[in-house]
């Protein structure tokens, strides 16, 4: 079985920092990409941040140059530092993995994670 352990969240002030960590396990299947997504009250789910196998990242204009995520070297744990945090950061955060073998494609979410910025 598959899951997606997320950790890290909290309420935050303004111009600080947190650390997301999502530890991945049950998977028999190669993991293409590793990402974070969020979601604030009453607006869709959105990109945050995305890392694949081979260390290509991707970031969302809203977070770029204040957000890195990274691996592990066994690249089942990803992790999502974002500094300068600001209060439209509030959302509650998931992860999510893809990935294939040769009879599947597949897509795992995190069950989420709460994340509060106070201004």
């Known amino acids: 079985q598959v899951q997606l352990v997320e950790s890290g969240g909290g309420l935050r002030q303004a111009g600080g920092s947190l650390r997301l960590s999502c530890t991945t396990s049950g998977t028999s299947f190669s993991i293409d990409v590793l990402g974070w997504y969020r979601q604030a009250p009453r607006k869709q789910r959105e990109l945050v941040a995305t890392i694949t196998s081979g260390g290509n990242t991707d970031y969302s204009d809203s977070v770029k140059g204040r957000a890195t995520i990274s691996t592990n070297n066994a690249k089942n744990t990803v992790y999502l530092q974002m500094n300068m945090l600001k209060p439209e950061d509030t959302a509650t955060y998931y992860c999510?993995?893809?990935?294939?073998?040769?009879?599947?494609?597949?897509?795992?979410w995190g069950q989420g994670i709460q994340v509060a910025v106070s201004s």
């Open positions: 999510n993995i893809r990935g294939k073998d040769q009879a599947s494609d597949y897509n795992y």
